[in-house]
Nanobody, 125 residues
Framework: QVQLVESGGGLVQAGGSLRLSCAASGRTFSTYTMGWFRQAPGKEREFVAAIIYSGGRTDYADSVKGRFTISRDNAKSTVYLQMNSLKFEDTAVYYC??????????????????WGQGTQVTVSS
């Protein structure tokens, strides 16, 4: 059974930083692309960042480019999201997810099949 457990969310002032972690189990982590998505109240879920299984490719939403960094430690089966210069509009529940099959890269949310429970990030203005 695949499990994804996020941690690291919280309340931070605008301009501050947070680091999210997502610990994975139940799959050969090093062969699966991982992604971070977020959903704000009353809004659709949106893509934030993705990292290929090897770590050699990353992609970001335009809204977070230059402020957020996705990384992974395959030895620890963990993916991270470093969030700097946080803005009020970054407030959302953040989810990590894993794609549907091995050695595959996509940023399309409907091709991610396992999701964590989410962690709340609240940025005060």
């Amino acid at each position: 059974q695949v499990q994804l457990v996020e941690s690291g969310g919280g309340l931070v002032q605008a301009g501050g930083s947070l680091r999210l972690s997502c610990a994975a189990s139940g799959r050969t982590f090093s062969t699966y692309t991982m992604g971070w998505f977020r959903q704000a109240p009353g809004k659709e879920r949106e893509f934030v960042a993705a990292i290929i299984y090897s770590g050699g490719r990353t992609d970001y939403a335009d809204s977070v480019k230059g402020r957020f960094t996705i990384s992974r430690d395959n030895a620890k089966s963990t993916v991270y999201l470093q969030m700097n210069s946080l803005k009020f509009e970054d407030t959302a529940v953040y989810y990590c997810a894993t794609v549907v099959r091995r050695f595959y890269y996509t940023v399309a949310g409907d091709e991610y099949d396992y999701w964590g429970q989410g962690t709340q990030v609240t940025v005060s203005s």
